[in-house]
């Protein structure tokens, strides 16, 4: 990940954190702010696989055996998603990589597209603070908002602030012992990875215990100086 090449067309970034740092809500803030496109890995192959294409059904065989999909044909998906008009100027990379070899992976990916990831950035929390919070979290089930019943309440608490709808989802692993177990996978299967992104000069680090509004702020500095 190896910023110095980064094309000046796009500004790429890669999002990291664990479960329920904000990821997603954030990735689509940068995305409504900076015209960036977020690309999160498990919508890329559920489409593909939806769509029937070749490297979707080849990722359904795949998860049908209860397997893992391969890093070669992630990254042929993003490959694919990349070329497209709405990416030419930048994209976020939402759930991806999570290893030191799915890095690779994407530095290859970007080499051989010549661009370059501009920014790693970590979404750093406290675990045990962290398994408050997701167990207090809930979700539009029409638009996919992300709510808290603490820190990012409906303004109706029976309405969501987007859409209207008025039905919320939980999901069933929200809770203390799964996300306990989550957060500590999440941290030794990232730990090398955050090593290399520091190692290649990208890493950023901003503290996602603070306010949604604080954290979007230090993000979007973040995002501003890569795209300078």
């Excluded at 696989?49 to 044909?73: F, H, P």
């Excluded at 950035?121 to 398994?131: H, K, Y």
């Excluded at 638009?143 to 989802?169: I, L």
């Excluded at 990208?202 to 795209?227: G, H």
Aim: net charge negative; glycine share 8%; proline share 3%.
């Amino acid at each position: 990940m190896d910023g110095a090449t980064q094309n000046t067309k796009s500004v790429d970034l890669v999002l990291l954190g664990p479960p329920g740092a904000g990821k997603g809500t954030q990735a689509r803030k940068i995305q409504e702010r900076f015209g960036l496109v977020q690309l999160s890995t498990g919508d890329l192959l559920r489409d593909a696989v939806t769509q029937g294409t070749k490297l979707g059904l080849a990722a359904k065989a795949v998860m049908e055996r209860g397997d893992l999909v391969s890093e070669e044909i992630v990254v042929d998906i993003l490959r694919g998603r990349l070329v497209e008009l709405d990416c030419q100027a930048g994209a976020i990379f939402d759930g991806f990589p999570r290893t030191t070899i799915q890095a690779e992976a994407l530095d290859s990916l970007m080499s051989d597209s010549s661009r370059a990831v501009g920014a790693a950035i970590s979404l750093e929390v406290d675990d045990e603070a962290m398994v408050e919070q997701i167990s207090d979290r809930l979700t539009c089930a029409s638009r996919g908002e992300g709510y808290h019943n603490t820190f990012k309440a409906p303004r109706d608490p029976d309405e969501c602030d987007q859409c209207g709808s008025t039905v919320f989802t939980r999901r069933p692993d929200d809770n203390a012992d799964t996300v306990t177990q989550r957060l500590a996978a999440y941290h030794d299967q990232t730990a090398p990875l955050i090593s290399y992104c520091e190692k290649q000069g990208v890493l950023r680090n901003v503290d996602a215990m603070q306010k949604i509004e604080r954290t979007e702020q230090n993000l979007t500095a973040i995002v501003e100086k890569a795209v300078a």
